[in-house]
């Protein structure tokens, strides 16, 4: 299969409008609540989707989004965010993914088939697969995460149907 740059940015669009509607009007403390179940709160699933991008902006040769410190606070497996004293600030991380958005777009607009095509190990713990490849299956986790936002959103009492 190949993975071409309009299926990348057609996947990226379609998440990032998705979680632009259910962040939008929800506060710090409503980015912290959490499920009677095991999961996260939405601050950090938030967090997790945006240090993905840091990766992928990584991956692309850009700078990557946020500090080392922050991509392992909210990376895999790392402990759920509980309170505001160990969370990033939920306005900031908003405004994070409208950058990351701006800053991933263009750069897939102008990526080429060779580009896509070059096969890297970015993941030392996997084995390497094309540019592409690690693209599309960063954008498929994204938008697994994408799906979480909902439950969230309506844990936090909006009450509404965004999708």
């Known amino acids: 299969m190949t993975i071409t740059a309009d299926s990348l940015i057609y996947s990226l669009e379609r998440n990032y409008d998705t979680l632009s509607k259910q962040v939008d009007g929800i506060s710090d403390a409503e980015s912290l609540l959490q499920l009677p179940f095991r999961g996260n709160c939405m601050n950090w699933v938030l967090g997790h989707i945006l240090q993905s991008r840091s990766n992928m902006l990584r991956l692309l040769g850009g700078e990557p989004l946020w500090t080392p410190e922050q991509i392992t606070r909210y990376g895999r497996n790392a402990r759920p965010v509980l309170d505001a004293s160990d969370a990033l600030p939920f306005a900031k991380m908003v405004a994070d993914l409208?950058?990351?958005?701006?800053?991933?777009?263009?750069?897939?607009?102008?990526?080429?088939q060779a580009e896509l095509d070059t096969e890297t190990p970015f993941f030392p713990t996997l084995p390497p697969r094309s540019i592409g490849g690690w693209l599309m299956m960063m954008l498929w986790h994204e938008t697994y995460h994408t799906g979480n936002t909902e439950s969230l959103r309506q844990l936090a009492g909006k009450d509404d149907q965004v999708m």
């Open 98 to 112: 409208h950058t990351s958005q701006s800053l991933l777009l263009p750069r897939l607009k102008s990526i080429t």
